[in-house]
């Protein structure tokens, strides 16, 4: 029976027969210990990305299957865009297993956010979903936040059972392991599973053995296609998706003003006095601020600051959501892309226009 080799980088399965299909690797790199497929190897040394023809569907299929066993989930959610990292029925996916909440990318928010209050936010959230986590913790896999707390409740919390790491595309899970394995396995950087900002790299579940008997499972990230980012040119992404400390940009505005983020999305402000946006975006994304009566002309005659967002020609080609927000301080996320922080005093009306399918929420504040 032949022996079935997985990618390191990306758990496909190895073949050298169809240069085209997933998994392959010339025949001459198949003596290597730890083996990278082709579409690994361009995207960690090239960064180019092979597209596969793997589905949504095929995603969850692989996610259901660890319900059928008894295990750690360690389920990692995205600080910046909470609400578009979440996994839709994930109780129904992973069954009765315990879940460890590890939120990533503490370093995208700013310095001076307080962890407790996040944490605090983040297990508020949580109930709303129905969630019901054996623990959170507020982490940065980038920046190795917490790692040492991670790794002794993984160990408590695991009881010599199997771990599986799930989340949606772009999240942070495979990050996170490499950050484990450099610290607790001894593993350099030639021998990492493959991380970048591209969804869907991960493309099977990569296995790391924690015992004779157990290991950790890095899963396929899950395509939330609800999310902007998804709707974009490869090459646009990196412009979108920030690397780095958001710096918040505030904008003081009288109503009939509107905000542009760089022709992906539009704030109006429709009626409300003079109130402060304070906006978290990536610091490559540009925001530029009109008059409302010339917003719909500045959009479909500007071309400087349009993405190539397929079906999306004018500004009736976005879908429009309409708010009244009073008395709290909300936040308005467009997932995928930022959001907006309004302390609505008197009350405001607003309208946010963004591609359709994408979502547009208002939620409590996070900052």
């Known amino acids: 029976m032949k022996k079935i080799i997985k990618c390191f980088g990306c758990g496909a399965i190895i073949q050298s027969e169809n240069e085209k299909n997933i998994g392959y690797v010339p025949k001459n790199a198949l003596d290597k210990e730890h083996i990278l497929c082709q579409r690994c190897f361009q995207l960690k040394n090239y960064h180019k990305l092979q597209q596969t023809n793997l589905t949504k569907d095929d995603y969850l299929k692989l996610l259901s299957s660890i319900g059928d066993k008894d295990c750690l989930v360690i389920y990692m959610i995205d600080l910046f865009d909470f609400h578009g990292s979440l996994i839709q029925g994930i109780q129904r996916h992973i069954g ?5 909440i590890l939120a990533n990318k503490r370093d995208i928010l700013p310095k001076s956010c307080n962890n407790t209050k996040l944490e605090h936010w983040v297990r508020r959230q949580l109930k709303e979903e129905g969630i019901k986590p054996i623990d959170v ?25 199997d771990v599986y790491v799930i989340g949606v595309t772009n999240v942070g899970k ?24 591209y969804p869907g790299t991960t493309l099977n579940f990569i296995e790391i053995p924690l015992d004779e008997q157990t290991s950790l499972y890095d899963t396929p990230g899950i395509v939330n ?13 990196k412009q979108v998706i ?6 918040p940009i505030s904008f003081q505005l009288n109503s009939d003003q509107t905000l542009y983020f760089d022709g992906l999305a539009r704030l109006d402000f429709i009626k409300g006095e003079k109130t402060q946006f304070i906006n978290y975006f990536s610091k490559n994304l540009k925001i530029h601020r009109c008059k409302t009566i010339k917003a719909d002309d500045l959009y479909n005659r500007h071309m400087t600051f349009k993405h190539e967002i397929k ?57």
Do not use: C, W
């Open 96 to 100: 009765y297993n315990d879940i460890l």
């Open 137 to 161: 913790i507020i982490t940065s896999a980038k920046k190795n936040m917490q790692l040492d707390r991670i790794y002794d409740e993984i160990q408590h919390y695991r009881k010599g059972r």
């Open 174 to 197: 495979s990050t996170f392991i490499n950050a484990l394995l450099k610290h607790y396995a001894n593993m350099n950087d030639q021998n990492l599973i493959t991380v970048s900002e």
């Open 225 to 237: 296609a609800y999310q902007i980012t998804h709707l974009l040119e490869l090459n646009e992404l």
């Open 242 to 247: 920030p690397q780095s400390e958001l710096k």
């Open 311 to 367: 079906n999306i020609n004018t500004i009736d080609d976005f879908k429009k959501y309409s708010f009244h927000l009073s008395n709290k301080k909300y936040d308005i996320v467009i997932s995928g892309l930022g959001f907006v922080t309004i302390h609505a005093h008197k009350g405001v009306d607003i309208i946010v226009y963004a591609p359709p399918r994408v979502n547009v929420l208002i939620r409590e504040a996070l900052i």
